[in-house]
């Protein structure tokens, strides 16, 4: 047992990435583009944007909160559901804990409302560090509840999208969970309130063919990777190599399917812009 | 050359040995939806309607020949019909891409679907495809834009949608047709979040593991039952043409009631039920 936690705590204090440089974990982190090892409260400092070569490093929840709502402006829903275990799949649950220890939330999206220079907005923020951002029953839901809230409020809603797809654990169940946001946003629409979507590394699957695509406006981060099938899945199927840039954000505009892309130091200032124009006024 | 009494039959468990003593497996199933000789999209058209018009392309980039779209007539009711569909010998199936939509098929449909609407004819839909297809030209189109469309402009249709999952369903390439005020399946059709092979291959990184996927994924008309998404299983114990006249019966029934909503009924009638897909507990706040 006490080699277990020998063990354990050996696993935690490196970060494998590629099987290439393990680096104590700690203060320092490597830029898995640059290579360059960056202090961590640097990354930090700079919005998780390498200052060697600008590449953008994920980006969690909370950070993505704190860049985007005035100080102390979201206001977190209460939406008091838990998942359950609708396939009775071996060791669901076990993984869910994991990735609770890890990020500390208790599901792979956040909602409330939140100010963006003092304009009222819901928010909504995925998390690809919690289960791969993916969509299974509770994510479904409360996305559907901050739609339905910002019809209720007169609000219009922001989604970060961030994610693998929809969550294979909990099967059609979670593939059904594309229809329900969607129907929410025929509400929405029908309402009249403004939808911004933003694309953010990576946004793929059933969430790529449901709310990401159906934003009024739909924005993204520079060399965010956006598609519907995996990249995998369409080069064993056609049996050659994807060409460079295939699914990246500046493919995606390039094709027509996004309005904007705009880089992170820029997004809170853009949102309250296209806010601002949306006729959305300072409360 | 199959004989005609051959070629009066679907692919059923008749034709399978069954493992299964207490019944069939959702491998078995999964066997029987995929099976070369499974009747197809316009089969069924071919007997529940008494008349079909093809009709042809999205009117921005092609005609995608997976889905097949058109007018259709039982009796006086006049309908939009909407159709995945699968090849029945190579030659068909690469014409149609084995049954796997680009995303011209999506906005062939939603073209048709809104016609629907405007000459208040109701629509019924055939699902049966193992997925939206995985190439660099459908994701150079927007695939993933296509499906969310025709997820939001069915929500919005206000005449009755009708869908019959008569093989694969399969990921969101057949939820992008099925968002319906009520959906009908055949009884060794299957719907899933994605094939049990690609399930296999994402949960136990291992895709020869699909058998027992199959097992878990909870994919037969019986499970969607259950979960309260398929309203109606149609038994497949008969020839074939007895099996397509039953969903004929079954959509004139189902189109009866639905008639007797407005359409602001039939559209809230298809958010609730939609709305209410989810399993979750909820729990009282935590201090």
């Not at chain 1, 080699?3 to 494998?16: E, F, G, L, Q, T």
């Not at chain 1, 290579?35 to 980006?59: D, Q, S």
């Not at chain 2, 009747?39 to 889905?67: M, N, P, S, W």
Request: charged share 30%.
């Amino acid at each position: 047992m006490i080699v277990d936690k020998i063990k354990k705590r050996d696993n935690k204090s490196i970060i494998k990435k590629d099987n290439k440089v393990d680096i104590p974990e700690g203060k320092w982190i490597k830029c898995e583009h640059c290579k360059e090892i960056i202090y961590k409260e640097v990354l930090k400092a700079n919005n998780g944007i390498c200052p060697t070569c600008g590449h953008y490093f994920r980006m969690n929840c909370k950070s993505r909160i704190e860049i985007i709502a005035d100080e102390g402006s979201f206001k977190k829903f209460n939406i008091n559901i838990d998942t359950v275990n609708p396939l009775k799949m071996q060791d669901y649950k076990e993984k869910l804990e994991k990735f609770r220890e890890k990020t500390n939330m208790d599901e792979a999206v956040q909602c409330g409302t939140c100010k963006i220079n003092g304009i009222e907005t819901v928010l909504c923020v995925m998390d690809s560090n919690f289960f791969m951002g993916s969509m299974g029953s509770v994510v479904g839901e409360k996305i559907t509840y901050s739609i339905e809230k910002a019809i209720n409020l007169k609000l219009p809603i922001i989604i970060f999208s961030c994610s693998g797809g929809a969550r294979m654990q909990e099967g059609i169940i979670s593939l059904m969970q594309m229809a329900k946001v969607t129907e929410a946003l025929t509400k929405l629409d029908k309402a009249g309130n403004l939808y911004i979507s933003v694309l953010t590394d990576p946004t793929y699957g059933g969430v790529t063919a449901s709310f990401a695509n159906l934003g009024d406006i739909i924005l993204a981060e520079p060399k965010a990777m956006i598609g519907f099938a995996g990249q995998r899945v369409i080069e064993q199927t056609i049996g050659e190599k994807l060409p460079d840039g295939f699914q990246t954000a500046e493919f995606m505009l390039e094709h027509g399917f996004i309005d904007k892309i705009v880089e992170r130091n820029l997004m809170k200032e853009t949102l309250y812009d296209l806010l601002r124009l949306n006729g959305y006024k300072k409360v | 050359m199959p004989t005609k009494k051959e070629n009066n039959k679907n692919a059923s468990i008749k034709d399978r040995k069954c493992n299964n003593k207490n019944g069939i497996t959702a491998w078995e199933r999964v066997e029987i939806a995929r099976n070369s000789n499974r009747k197809t999209a316009l089969d069924y058209i071919k007997i529940i309607f008494d008349e079909f018009i093809e009709l042809h392309g999205d009117r921005l980039f092609k005609d995608d020949k997976a889905t097949v779209c058109g007018l259709a007539r039982i009796g006086n009711q006049n309908f939009t019909v909407i159709a995945q569909q699968k090849g029945r010998n190579t030659k068909e199936n690469i014409e149609r891409n084995f049954g796997m939509p680009n995303p011209e098929s999506y906005r062939k449909a939603i073209r048709l679907m809104k016609q629907a609407e405007k000459f208040n004819r109701p629509i019924v839909t055939f699902v049966d495809t193992k997925g939206a297809y995985p190439g660099i030209g459908a994701e150079e189109r927007g695939q993933g834009e296509a499906i969310a469309r025709s997820m939001f402009e069915m929500a919005k249709l206000t005449v009755p949608i009708i869908v019959v999952v008569i093989g694969e369903g399969s990921s969101g390439g057949a939820l992008a047709i099925t968002i319906g005020n009520k959906i009908i399946m055949l009884e060794n059709a299957i719907y899933s979040i994605l094939s049990p092979e690609g399930y296999a291959s994402i949960v136990w990184k291992d895709s020869s593991r699909a058998k027992e996927a199959a097992e878990v994924m909870k994919l037969t008309a019986k499970d969607l039952y259950d979960f309260k998404i398929v309203d109606k299983i149609i038994k497949e114990d008969k020839e074939f043409e007895d099996v397509a006249l039953k969903i004929k019966s079954e959509i004139k029934k189902e189109l009866k009631e639905l008639q007797k909503l407005s359409s602001k009924e039939l559209v809230e009638q298809r958010y609730d039920k939609f709305r209410n897909i989810g399993e979750y507990e909820t729990y009282s706040k935590k201090v």
